[in-house]
């Protein structure tokens, strides 16, 4: 069975600093690209960051450009996000899912597993 399992969400302030991780089981993480993408209330899920399966390509949302990375340790089965200066309109649940593809996908529908979220809140 296949799990990815969120962890790192919190509470920060603005500018401030996190970093998410997600580990897949049940799967081989080296067969999949993997990404994370956000939803706040209201609002629908939107794409915030992307790692290939090798891990040579990554891809960003506008939004979060120059503020976040994302990586992954292939062993480890876990891909990582770091999120730095954060803004008020960084608050979302951060979900992490795998595509059985070779690149960094922005498109939701072709990832085929997703995790259960962590809930990451700006405020000061």
């Known amino acids: 069975q296949v799990q990815l399992v969120e962890s790192g969400g919190a509470l920060v302030r603005p500018g401030g600093s996190l970093r998410l991780s997600c580990t897949a089981s049940?799967?081989?993480?080296?067969?999949?690209?993997m990404g994370w993408f956000r939803q706040a209330p209201g609002k629908e899920r939107d794409f915030v960051a992307a790692?290939?399966?090798?891990?040579?390509?990554?891809d960003y949302g506008d939004s979060v450009k120059g503020r976040f990375t994302i990586s992954r340790d292939i062993p480890k089965n876990t891909v990582y996000l770091q999120l730095n200066s954060l803004k008020p309109e960084d608050t979302a649940i951060y979900y992490c899912?795998?595509?059985?593809?070779?690149?960094?996908?922005?498109?939701?529908?072709?990832?085929?597993?997703w995790g259960r979220g962590t809930q990451v809140t700006i405020s000061s």
């Open positions: 049940g799967l081989t993480a080296r067969e999949y690209s």
């Open positions: 790692i290939s399966r090798s891990g040579g390509t990554t």
């Open positions: 899912a795998v595509a059985r593809t070779v690149f960094a996908e922005r498109i939701p529908g072709r990832y085929d597993y």
